[in-house]
């Protein structure tokens, strides 16, 4: 991160003020986004821990569902050489080979595409895209975010 970010960010910090559960702000209304995604991210990982608590004591099952579907068929808007093109681009990202592309790989991806984002808004493009709620992006849920734009 380019240190006029860091500077600008923390000033932005500085100037929030809490008062009984509050932001006020003095000079940039920015902080209420920003607090509303910094809310998000503690939602999401109060979520997640409960879900581990659950699985820890019984309550949940601990492996997700998961529908294998055939992109050929699903998506006949497709031709199947758009479809190939796809997965092929699919897999130059897929570091791991895991048929999944996680955070950090989407991180990797941005960099190397020359467009780096913070990691609020990568997890913001996972959560859009992400059907399941897994937290990672398979390749059918690419297949349908290029079909819906």
Same mark, same amino acid.
């Given at each position: 991160? #380019?240190? @006029? &970010? =860091?500077?600008? %960010? *923390?000033? !932005? +910090? $500085?100037?929030?003020? /809490? ?21 998000? #991210?503690? @939602? &999401? =990982?109060?979520? %997640? *821990?409960? !879900? +581990? $608590?659950?699985?820890? /004591? ?29 997965? *092929? ?61």
């Amino acid at each position: 991160m #380019a240190d @006029s &970010e =860091l500077t600008a %960010k *923390l000033q !932005r +910090r $500085q100037e929030c003020l /809490e008062v009984e559960g509050t932001t006020i702000v003095t000079n940039n209304n920015e902080a209420f986004a920003e607090k509303d995604t910094v809310e998000n #991210a503690n @939602s &999401e =990982l109060a979520s %997640k *821990l409960n !879900r +581990r $608590q659950n699985i820890n /004591e019984g309550v949940a099952d601990a492996s997700p569902t998961t529908v294998i579907t055939n992109v050929y068929t699903e998506f006949k808007e497709f031709s199947r050489k758009q479809i190939k093109e796809y997965e *092929l681009m699919f897999k130059k990202y897929d570091v791991n080979r895991d048929k999944f592309i996680c955070f950090e790989e989407l991180k990797s991806m941005m960099e190397k595409l020359e467009a780096p984002q913070t990691h609020l808004a990568l997890k913001d493009m996972i959560k859009e895209v992400d059907e399941d709620k897994d937290g990672k992006i398979n390749f059918r849920e690419v297949t349908s975010s290029i079909k819906q734009k």
